[in-house]
């Protein structure tokens, strides 16, 4: 768990939750991303966490960080185009993040997919050397970019505060806040034919 909010201040402090002794660890380390919420965090391989977006107390955020759980280090990767993304949710297919809305300057749902084949491959490359040297590569500054997805069938009203879940190759989204209401519609979205589905 990274980042939140408590009644007093935005956090971005690291906790790990042991599963077998069902206790908490405090992981804080240097070079950690700012304090956010509505940020998403999933994991990128076996070894690392990625963080992206989210917002603070003064503006929505469009940074993406790597946790390295082996090192215990972050890395901050760059994004050739930014969008700020926040209360949005993500699901990694392969080399590929895909964030499912909503965008602060959009009026639709729409998605984007981040290509993170170069953290992935300059991560197997750490791998590889970590045994028997130095790292020859950090993940700082890695270049990614985000590229715009066109799917059809019916998308979803612009929607925030939902949960997506990949399964086999469909993002399963559930619930939402949209236009000051909370739903609970579901929708589906095949990424083997690039179309929503109606359930």
Not at 157 to 164: E, I
Request: aromatic share 12%; hydrophobic share 40%; with cysteine.
């Amino acid at each position: 768990i990274f980042g939140g909010k408590n009644s007093s201040s935005y956090r971005n402090d690291l906790f790990a939750l042991d599963t077998g002794k069902l206790s908490w660890t405090n992981l804080n380390f240097g070079n950690a991303p700012g304090p956010r919420v509505n940020h998403f965090l999933s994991t990128m391989d076996d070894r690392h966490i990625i963080v992206f977006g989210g917002s603070n107390e003064k503006q929505e955020l469009f940074d993406l960080f790597v946790f390295d759980t082996v090192s215990n280090t972050w890395s901050k990767c760059l994004i050739e185009n930014p969008l700020p993304r926040l209360t949005h949710s993500a699901s990694m297919l392969g080399r590929f993040l895909f964030a499912t809305g909503p965008h602060p300057s959009k009026t639709e749902h729409d998605i984007c997919m981040l290509d993170l084949g170069l953290l992935l491959a300059r991560s197997n490359l750490r791998r590889r050397f970590s045994a028997v040297a130095p790292s020859p590569r950090s993940l700082n500054n890695a270049r990614v970019r985000w590229e715009p997805v066109s799917f059809t069938g019916i998308p979803p009203n612009p929607k925030g505060y939902h949960v997506s879940v990949l399964l086999d190759k469909r993002i399963f989204v559930f619930g939402c806040e949209e236009a000051n209401r909370t739903t609970v519609a579901t929708y589906v979205l095949d990424l083997g034919i690039w179309s929503y589905l109606i359930i």
